[in-house]
């Protein structure tokens, strides 16, 4: 089992910059990618950033709307995953979940979420 939590999430205006985190414990030697996702009101939860570690070499990727203003990264002496956020947009307003797992595996865990508001 791996436990994710999340936290960083706030109110902030247009144009503003947040870093939510993802504290992870438990049997966190499995996971090998780490997601970023969010669920914006009457929206399904869409991906926002990923990144794989070990064999993998530590690749991000990220969704279209977001390239060039959001990055993750894992700081592994405190098994915590970010997410950096800056310029935002009354758009990326959602609730921000971590996601972790092993890929070609159905394990994959869900942190509880964290509210990102940004206003106009």
């Known amino acids: 089992q791996v436990q994710l939590v999340e936290s960083g999430g706030g109110l902030v205006q247009a144009g503003g910059s947040l870093r939510l985190s993802c504290a992870a414990s438990g049997s966190i030697f499995r996971i090998n990618v780490w997601r970023w996702y969010r669920q914006a009101p009457g929206k399904q939860r869409e991906l926002v950033a990923g990144?794989?570690?070990?064999?993998?070499?530590?690749?991000?990727d990220y969704a279209d709307p977001v390239k060039g203003r959001f990055t993750i990264f894992r700081d592994n002496s405190k098994n915590t995953m970010y997410l950096q956020m800056k310029s935002l947009k009354p758009e990326d307003t959602a609730v921000y979940y971590c996601?972790?797992?092993?890929?070609?595996?159905?394990?994959?865990?869900w942190g509880q979420g964290t509210q990102v508001t940004v206003s106009s």
């Open positions: 996601n972790a797992g092993r890929l070609g595996s159905s394990d994959f865990y």
């Open positions: 990144i794989t570690v070990g064999q993998f070499g530590g690749n991000t």
